[in-house]
């Protein structure tokens, strides 16, 4: 039962950090360290800086589309800050000209210099093939004309074939574990003390709970609207990515909510997220305690703290993806491509192995598999997931919503 309290404190409006206010916060005492050899945009030479924010522009540039246009919002961060970190070195070794284009600051002795640099510090080669990329990218959009391919591919062959890198190393993490995780946030939900938590925490266990069903990406999981990417019948729900809205840009991809998650999407559209929302006034789907939008960046780190809580380790929002992967190829080898349909990462496999109505039972053969794990999962919840008992209707209006008094349901309210 999820309780709504008359006086309940809006959470302040927490400032949000510019694109180019720094880096983001880190946790150990030695990445706050490594964020300061990153050098940051306002003090990059006032030129460079008119030419980054000129590669940013949107429109046409010279009558084509900008370089930068078709890069997602993370892919720009971080050629920012790849470049901050190779301008920083030069800086450190005085070899570099402020003068100068960009562009002249990339020599094969300056990138040895920064390679040695970054090997020095115990970087990996993971992230000095990163660190590379990242720098290339910056380079396109402050003068998308010019391109370095050795950059990348000395003497033609890539430098990630060339150094071989170990993949990073991951701990495996399976769907069942993060189901029960969600369920259980959600099962807890009514019984925190503080209203705000109440609702975050039923929030966050949805969350968790479509990311395990659905994996999609972090950015797109962000980036939904209920009137542009929420389609709702008087049975079912479906989220739609049109082609844009994701990061391949190959296909739209289309999510049927499962059944059983239905009931738990219905109660948070109708109660949870207007209690959320307060007097705010947008159609984000999710929704901080102080009524603004619960965006990537909070998103991300939520389930990186709850999952050190809650699994004993930190897990990523795109470790969902590879539990579904490991999941599908455990538990339904007669479905090989189950995982690509699903994550929508190769329409080449897809198109190979599948055709439509084949899709749709591989989807529900592991919606399936899902719901089996959820009923043996239950058993070990300290209170199983009920049907509350009906109480009056919520009223619509956001004040008269905060005063309401009263426990609400929490399935099937109706909003009048």
Not at 329 to 357: G, Q
Request: with cysteine; proline share 6%.
């Amino acid at each position: 039962m999820i309780v709504a309290s008359s006086g309940r404190r809006r959470c302040p409006r927490r400032r949000s950090l510019a694109p180019n206010e720094g880096t983001t916060r880190m946790t150990s005492q030695a990445s706050r360290g490594a964020a300061k050899l990153v050098l940051k945009l306002e003090d990059w030479p006032t030129t460079w800086q008119e030419l980054w924010h000129t590669g940013l522009r949107p429109g046409e540039l010279l009558g084509k589309r900008p370089y930068a246009a078709k890069l997602s919002d993370i892919t720009i961060r971080n050629a920012r800050r790849g470049f901050g970190a190779w301008l920083h070195v030069l800086l450190e070794e005085s070899s570099v000209d402020l003068n100068a284009l960009p562009s002249d600051s990339m020599t094969p002795a300056n990138v040895r210099q920064f390679f040695g640099a970054l090997r020095s510090r115990g970087n990996t080669d993971n992230t000095l093939v990163t660190r590379l990329y990242d720098i290339q990218c910056a380079l396109r959009i402050m003068q998308p004309d010019i391109s370095f391919p050795w950059l990348t591919s000395p003497g033609g062959v890539s430098i990630r074939q060339q150094l071989q890198p170990e993949p990073k190393r991951k701990d495996a993490v399976r769907s069942a574990e993060l189901l029960h995780w969600g369920y259980t946030l959600i099962e807890a939900a009514p019984q925190r003390r503080s209203a705000d938590l109440r609702l975050t925490q039923y929030r966050n266990g949805l969350l968790i709970v479509l990311f395990t069903y659905l994996a999609p990406r972090l950015r797109s999981m962000a980036l939904l609207r209920i009137s542009k990417h929420l389609e709702v019948s008087d049975t079912s729900y479906r989220i739609v990515l049109r082609r844009e809205d994701n990061k391949t840009k190959r296909e739209r991809i289309d999510y049927l909510v499962p059944d059983d998650l239905a009931p738990l999407l219905a109660h948070y559209l109708q109660v949870i997220r207007p209690a959320l929302l307060g007097d705010a006034r947008h159609d984000w789907l999710w929704v901080n305690a102080n009524g603004t939008r619960f965006g990537q960046r909070g998103i991300e780190g939520m389930i990186w703290r709850g999952s050190e809580i809650h699994l004993g380790r930190k897990v990523g929002p795109h470790q969902f993806r590879h539990a579904l992967a490991t999941t599908a190829a455990e538990k339904l080898p007669d479905f090989p491509a189950l995982a690509a349909r699903i994550l929508a990462t190769s329409p080449r496999v897809v198109a190979e192995h599948y055709n439509r109505s084949q899709d749709q039972l591989a989807i529900e053969a592991f919606q399936e598999h899902m719901r089996e794990e959820r009923g043996g999962l239950l058993n070990g919840l300290a209170a199983p997931l009920r049907m509350p008992p009906a109480v009056a209707a919520v009223p619509r209006n956001s004040a008269r919503l905060r005063r309401c008094q009263g426990v609400l349901p929490l399935f099937d309210t109706k909003l009048v």
